[in-house]
């Protein structure tokens, strides 16, 4: 049975089992990303980010709803952080999606940082890459939205919608902090609350003083998730961001970044991985830290020398 | 509550005591040994318990404190002698398999000498669907009897006059429904509603906080309450409109403290949507009732009753401006703690109870239910009841705790956990009030997480041997599995869906249908639905089409996941 | 080069039972100890938790019945994922269930059943030990 071409298919045990072994850096999974790569980059990718109690699962079930309704089917992945102790996670993002679970033109699947600092986990670009060579149209790409992760998701996403709610005093600030840049539109979620308008309105005027902004004014659209409204909205106005971005070139300048953060990122790593095998395996430097200790060598030019000797 | 003189000589005392134990200590350690058998001394619910309580912990004020039974703020109790007028009603929760079964069983109950009849529901008519609805399946008069409509109700109190017996019902989302079904069964019997007794759990902020059979959003789901309210208190004068319950949420995991206090928050969103949908204070709050655990700390338990009653007494006259002592008294029922029962070494459980229900009565309870000791392991045997309720009736006619009022009132230990379990309240409710109240605190997952780090922490502390449970971590043996575990037949799920189908076509359709369509306008109004409900109810309309209609308008609770 | 594997677990609370203190108790305990938890919520039907089951791709289905439809419902997970053709899956049952239900429950291929009183640590050593490799 060819895990390779069940995915093709469409086969959902077979997504799921491939998606696992990538999480798991199985070496198959290096070879089956290879030979699916050529049926990728037809799903248009939709990053979510927001502070936790946001509402962001909410609203990614009744957006998908909303896609579904569009006739479009859809990729889920839903990211929640790993504990840096153990390991372990709880993954709740789905218990909101659960009547989803039954739809065929559906996927969700959950996944943990495993210690990854940015938003999303090592494994999430693979997992793009699966479901779309899978034939999901649209893939949402749900995170976790503390401090600067979100920037993570933003090199991964064509449109990022940033959700923000009224009543966390802190919100703004880490709007502030830095995601203003990214978002493409921004939601103000739970707008039946006290202080909705005021969120709206600092959303406002912090864009306004956004300097570098481009041909695209983002959009800040007030939704009350659980009771599905706005979300008709919302998702026009992300189908007339992709819109934009199709008839301005922008969508392949910001696939073009991604792939580059992409390669980047993998080359980085590839190559930090063999450097740790090499170290580990020939002790460069054991021999040396007495002499570092008694200042007879200095851990400058033990470095350089250490690097010399495997860039060789 | 003593003298400063007095109170200064103690004081003297209470540090020489402290120093001579402290010299002791020294002595043992420099051979090596302990002074204890443990480092740390706690409550069941994990607090810190001192070596010793002298009248300096007890530094209130007698009168407007503790005061007299019958009497605000009811710390000693709400009648003004207690158990020497009637003990507390002995209500064992039944019912399972068909409305035949459950019948059978209330009918032995009450040849049995108890006082009261409890019915327990099972999950589909809790949850509002028929006995053939596809979510039904497995469920079906599993953990109590299977009700779908007025005919079932007919059977399940055949014979019993409902003039006669007051009725406790486990029922909450779709409480309205079953209130009808019961008046419906009461004017078949010639009663009419006045003549009514007993008690509809009707509390759904719990099932969001630690129950789980939620149908409907907190908004309509708390219009259906004050309907329930408005309604009895003209129609249905002696039922209790609801018991506001601190037990399932004990049982999820919570400390003493938090269950008086998330439960008395709960009892503050039901009186203020109450006022806020117009009805004075003082013509439903006498009605309200509330439902309490009673676990093996037998001390804590008994303060917390105590303190409970007391916190509700000042929140109804300072924050509600009662004027009716009726409104201040907090009425309440109890259950043992199903949660504290293990499955190894059952008969173990018998003892278990016996303390739990001393620890109800000493609180002061005005009814019990006391389980039966295999209920770790299946539905309760009859032989298994009718230990539990004897339990009961010895702690009420043997063993003396009956014979005066409070009888542990001054303990020095009971008064000062008293004043600790209501402190701890107190900075809960501030706390919840700040979050905007019960109502908001469950949205956004407070309450829930609250009690599940108590759960968690409290299993941690078993597993690590830091707390006995005997059987279960401590003196263990090997054992054979049980026997004689009461089973329900499995066919009953399909032979009540056949029941339920052959009722509906015996009906007038089209009159069900129009009924149906009533209920779905009043349901978009605001007059009160019980008038409708009633009708629906008289129509033989099923539970389930009553709450499907309901779902319709009203939505379906989607509950937030606090892990 | 094969990072450590994780350990995916499904907590699936099937049918109308609410009591999920137990549930939720387990799915700590599955995190502390290293796991990915996945909590399906109440009120699952059987299909949902296969469906789920399958996208996640979780090595363990852990299923948490006190109402008395274990005989009913656990079953049917088992069949329904055999049926999907994921049946490499460890499915284990805890909750309140006799010891007499537990032979039919095993036999219709529930790996394990954990009644109260059982610590944590249990079912946490018996899926280290039993999982899929």
């Given at each position: 049975m060819d895990l390779v071409q069940l995915v093709k298919e469409?086969?959902?045990?077979?997504?799921?089992?491939?998606?696992?072994?990538?999480?798991?850096?199985?070496?198959?999974?290096?070879?089956?990303?290879?030979?699916?790569?050529?049926?990728?980059?037809?799903?248009?990718?939709?990053?979510?980010?927001?502070?936790?109690?946001?509402?962001?699962?909410?609203?990614t079930d009744k957006m998908v709803k909303e896609l579904r309704k569009r006739g479009k089917t859809v990729g889920v992945i839903a990211v929640d952080p790993s504990s840096p102790f153990t390991g372990g996670a709880i993954l709740g993002d789905r218990i909101r999606m659960s009547d989803l679970a039954l739809d065929d033109?559906?996927?969700?699947?959950?996944?943990?940082?495993?210690?990854?600092?940015?938003?999303?986990?090592?494994?999430?670009?693979?997992?793009?890459?699966?479901?779309?060579?899978?034939?999901?149209?649209?893939?949402?790409?749900?995170?976790?939205?503390?401090?600067?992760?979100?920037?993570?998701?933003?090199?991964?996403?064509d449109t990022t919608v940033v959700v923000s709610v009224p009543g966390l005093g802190d919100d703004i600030q880490a709007i502030k902090a830095g995601i203003m840049e990214i978002g493409d539109v921004f939601v103000v979620n739970k707008a039946d609350r006290e202080g909705a308008e005021r969120v709206v309105i600092e959303l406002a005027q912090m864009l306004e003083l956004n300097a570098n902004m481009g041909d695209w004014f983002p959009p800040i659209l007030k939704t009350v998730a659980v009771r599905n409204e706005g979300i008709v909205e919302v998702v026009d106005k992300i189908m007339e961001h992709r819109e934009f971005l199709t008839s301005s070139g922008e969508l392949r300048n910001r696939r073009k970044e991604r792939i580059s953060n992409e390669l980047f990122n993998l080359i980085l790593k590839k190559v930090s991985a063999k450097i740790s095998t090499k170290l580990s395996e020939e002790n460069f430097w054991d021999s040396q830290l007495d002499e570092i200790i008694e200042n007879q060598k200095n851990p400058y030019d033990v470095i350089d020398r250490v690097i010399d000797g495997i860039l060789q | 509550m003593y003298d400063k003189e007095k109170l200064e000589k103690i004081k003297q005392d209470n540090r020489n005591y402290e120093a001579d134990w402290e010299k002791g200590v020294e002595k043992l350690a420099a051979k090596g040994k302990k002074g204890e058998r443990k480092d740390k001394f706690v409550t069941g619910s994990g607090a810190s318990v001192n070596q010793l309580y002298t009248p300096l912990d007890i530094d209130i004020d007698y009168r407007s404190e503790i005061g007299f039974p019958g009497q605000y703020p009811f710390t000693r109790g709400v009648q003004p002698n207690m158990y020497r007028g009637r003990f507390w009603t002995m209500r064992q929760y039944a019912g399972f398999s068909s409305a035949e079964e459950s019948n059978a069983r209330y009918k032995y109950l009450l040849e049995q000498g108890q006082t009261g009849l409890s019915v327990a529901f099972d999950l589909p008519t809790q949850i509002g669907y028929d006995s053939d609805h596809p979510m039904s399946e497995g469920e079906v008069g599993k953990v109590g009897v299977a009700i779908d409509s007025l005919a079932d109700m007919e059977i399940l109190f055949n014979g019993i006059p409902l003039d006669k017996v007051s009725t406790s019902m486990t029922i909450n989302a779709p409480a309205s429904v079953l209130l009808a079904f019961y008046i419906a069964v009461g004017e078949k019997q010639g009663v009419t509603p006045d003549k009514l007794n007993?008690?509809?759990?009707?509390?759904?902020?719990?099932?969001?906080?630690?129950?789980?059979t939620y149908i409907f959003p907190p908004t309509p789901s708390m219009r259906l309450i004050t309907d329930i309210f408005d309604f009895c208190t003209r129609n249905v004068p002696n039922w209790n409109t609801i018991s506001i319950s601190g037990y399932h949420i004990r049982e999820a995991g919570s400390t003493a403290s938090q269950e008086v206090a998330f439960t008395l928050a709960d009892g503050i969103a039901y009186v203020n949507a109450a006022i806020i949908a117009g009805l004075d204070v003082d013509t439903f709050a006498g009605r309200l009732s509330f439902f309490f655990n009673a676990h093996n700390d037998l001390l804590e338990e008994v303060a917390k009753f105590r303190a409970a009653r007391r916190i509700w007494a000042k929140l109804m006259k300072e924050r509600f401006k009662a004027k009716s002592e009726r409104s201040m008294m907090l009425r309440f029922h109890t259950q043992t703690g199903g949660s504290t029962l293990t499955a190894q070494q059952p008969d173990n459980n018998i003892v278990r109870v016996a303390i739990q229900t001393l620890a109800a009565?000493?609180?002061?309870?005005?009814s019990l239910h006391t389980n039966s000791k295999d209920e770790a392991l299946a539905l309760p045997a009859e032989d298994s009841v009718r230990i539990a309720l004897r339990t009961q009736q010895i702690v009420a006619y043997e063993s003396g705790v009956t014979e005066t009022v409070d009888p542990l009132a001054g303990s020095y230990y009971v008064e000062a956990l008293?004043?600790?379990?209501?402190?701890?309240?107190?900075?809960?409710?501030?706390?919840?009030d700040e979050l905007g109240g019960a109502v908001k605190a469950i949205e956004q997952g407070y309450i829930q997480k609250e009690i599940q780090d108590a759960a968690y922490e409290y299993q941690k502390e078993v597993e690590a041997g830091k707390r006995v449970v005997v059987g279960m971590n401590k003196f263990q043996i090997k054992e054979k599995p049980p026997q004689g575990l009461l089973r329900v037949d499995p066919s009953m799920g399909f032979l009540q869906a056949k029941k339920v189908a052959e009722m509906k076509s015996k009906r007038d359709g089209n009159m069900v249908q129009a009924i149906l369509d009533e209920l779905r306008s009043a349901a978009k109004g605001n007059d009160n639905m019980m008038p409708i409900m009633l009708k629906a109810a008289k129509a033989y309309c099923t539970e389930g089409e009553i709450c499907d209609v309901l779902r319709e308008v009203f939505g379906e609770y989607t509950p937030i996941q606090v892990l | 080069m094969?990072?450590?594997?994780?350990?995916?677990?499904?907590?699936?609370?099937?049918?109308l039972d609410g009591h999920d203190r137990g549930a939720k108790i387990i799915a700590r305990a599955f995190r502390d100890a290293g796991f990915e938890v996945i909590y399906t919520g109440l009120r699952q039907t059987p299909e949902q938790i296969v469906a789920v089951s399958i996208q996640e791709d979780v090595d363990v289905v852990a299923i948490s019945l006190l109402s008395g439809a274990h005989g009913t419902l656990m079953p049917k997970v088992v069949k329904l994922l055999r049926e999907k053709g994921a049946d490499d899956k460890l499915i284990i049952g805890g909750g309140v269930i006799p010891d007499d239900d537990i032979p039919a429950l095993k036999e219709a291929g529930v790996a394990e059943i954990f009644t109260p009183g059982?610590?944590?640590?249990?079912?946490i050593e018996f899926i280290k030990a039993n999982v899929r490799q």
């Open positions: 469409g086969n959902r045990v077979a997504i799921a089992r491939l998606i696992t072994k990538a999480e798991n850096e199985a070496p198959e999974a290096a070879i089956a990303m290879r030979q699916l790569y050529s049926e990728t980059g037809k799903a248009f990718l939709i990053g979510i980010t927001g502070p936790p109690g946001s509402g962001k699962s909410t609203l033109g559906v996927f969700i699947r959950s996944m943990g940082t495993r210690g990854s600092l940015g938003g999303l986990s090592k494994a999430t670009y693979d997992t793009i890459k699966i479901l779309d060579a899978a034939g999901f149209e649209y893939i949402l790409i749900e995170t976790v939205g503390v401090g600067q992760s979100e920037v993570d998701i933003v090199k991964t996403a | 007993g008690t509809i759990q009707n509390d759904i902020l719990k099932e969001y906080s630690a129950r789980g009565v000493l609180g002061g309870t005005q008293t004043k600790r379990i209501e402190d701890e309240a107190w900075a809960y409710i501030n706390k919840i | 094969m990072t450590e594997r994780k350990i995916r677990v499904l907590v699936a609370k099937p049918g059982t610590p944590t640590s249990v079912p």
